[in-house]
């Protein structure tokens, strides 16, 4: 594969460049930079989003009738790259990356009409109910129970990890419609109001002070049928369906990215930049990263043509999380004196960053700290390598 640019492609990043110089306000370029959570928080994704939607690129990935942009993967790259280097916050993946296009592949027309504009326009925040307590990487264990009455299903039980519940005014929810028989096949797809009566969302404080993630309580919540998607008993094609979307979609421009800040990080202190293996430890990164870009192209253009990311999405999640968590070692390790966790309150955008260092040394141990989830969230890496001996392997 062909990572020279072309002329067009020149120009494209040109044209990306000039819309990021005129439209990424200060404010949002601090905040997308100083992210070290898993999500940016809504009050700066959203206002990026609704920006970057007047413009037509909120979902470069989707099909063109459904209001993608028709980029080439290259150019997809180019705009997630400049993104990246620019600072723009990312856009919180549920929506627009994961139940967007699950809508796209099994939704019906009336579903699509209805939700894939308000997902582009970000008119709706969505969060993710897979897991239960119990029922993480055993995911087809899940027991929520949604019991059919007319059109409506009335749900009791509970979801917990579920990342920025809080904030969502919609979820994605997988609830048991039947419980003999195998456990894949009593699952059942639904999109849901939060603001249902009935509805509890507890926060889970992290380790590290952060409120993303949350426990959810049903209690007799009743949701209509008309948001099922998919056929009762068949949610199980459509939650697979969405995590190939949430372990492929995305890219690995934010890592290229930090990568690049690492480096002139370690050229500003002279010493690391001259230690040969820091240096050789960065340069593998770096390698490394040329491979996980390819292999992102080849699933990137499965997903314009409106297919999905297959098993390639397995080795996508664990090569990038993995390959975070090495750039983090590195960060921290450039980030000398100035990495240390006393300097998480500076994150906060507006805060005076240059009151204990630059802004790119303040984010780099809450990074690597919040990171840690990565191998786990999503599926836990362990997981993905079993699918891989599953579905690529054949083992
Ligand atoms: C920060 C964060 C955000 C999250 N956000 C969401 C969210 O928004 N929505 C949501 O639904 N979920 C969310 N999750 C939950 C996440 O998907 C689960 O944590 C994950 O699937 C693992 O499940 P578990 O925590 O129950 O661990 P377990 O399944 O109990 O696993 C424990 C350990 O055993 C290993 N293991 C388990 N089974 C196997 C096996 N068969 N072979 C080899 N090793 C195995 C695992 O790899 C892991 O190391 C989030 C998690 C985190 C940490």
Redo the contacts with the bound molecule.
């Keep these: 594969m062909n990572l020279d640019l072309t002329t067009e492609d020149s120009e494209f990043r040109s044209q990306v460049r000039a819309f990021l110089r005129d439209n990424l306000t200060e404010e949002l370029a601090d905040a997308g930079r100083l992210v070290t959570s ?1 999500f940016i928080e809504p009050q700066f994704s959203l206002p990026w989003q609704k920006i970057l939607h007047a413009q037509g690129w909120a979902a470069p990935a989707w099909p063109v009738e459904y209001g993608g942009t028709g980029w080439s993967e290259m150019q997809r790259y180019i705009f997630a790259s400049e993104c990246a280097r620019a600072g723009a916050p990312s856009l919180s993946p549920m929506g627009l990356a994961m139940v967007g296009p699950c809508i796209i592949g099994h939704g019906t027309p009336e579903q699509k009409a209805y939700y894939l504009p308000r997902i582009l326009a970000g008119e709706d925040y969505w ?5 239960e307590p119990g029922s ?3 995911l087809a264990s899940l027991s929520l129970k949604a019991t059919s009455d007319g059109d409506d299903y009335i749900l009791n039980g509970t ?1 917990i ?3 920025h519940a809080h904030h969502a005014n919609m979820m994605f929810c997988l609830v048991r419609t039947r419980f003999d028989g195998k456990p894949q096949e009593g699952i059942t797809f639904l999109l849901l109001d939060m603001t249902l009566p009935g509805i509890k969302v507890d926060p889970i404080i992290t380790l590290a002070g952060e409120h ?2 949350n426990q959810v309580f049903f209690d007799d919540v009743r949701v209509p049928k008309a948001g099922r998607l998919g056929a009762e008993n068949d949610g199980w094609t459509v939650a697979k369906y969405l995590l190939e979307f949430e372990r492929g979609g995305g890219s690995s421009a934010g890592l290229e990215a930090s990568v690049g800040r690492i480096r002139a990080l370690a050229q500003r202190d002279g010493l690391l930049a001259s230690d040969p293996g820091f240096t050789s430890r960065l340069a593998a990164a770096e390698i490394g990263l040329e491979a996980i870009k390819i292999t992102e192209q080849r699933v990137s253009s499965a997903l314009s043509s409106g297919g999905n990311p297959g098993p390639a999405a397995s080795m996508l999640k664990v090569q990038r999380t993995e390959m975070m968590q090495r750039i983090d070692t590195l960060g921290v390790e450039a980030g000398g004196t100035y990495a240390c966790v006393e300097q998480l309150d500076a994150r906060q955008p507006g805060s005076n960053i240059d009151a204990v260092g630059p802004s790119d040394r303040v984010t780099l141990v809450p990074r690597y700290l919040n990171n840690r ?1 990565a191998s ?8 993905q390598r ?1 699918i891989m001996a599953k579905m690529v392997l054949g083992l």
């Design positions: 898993v969060c993710q109910g897979y897991s993480g990487s055993d979801k990890w579920t990342t993303e993630v989830a786990i969230y999503g599926g836990s890496n362990e997981v079993n």
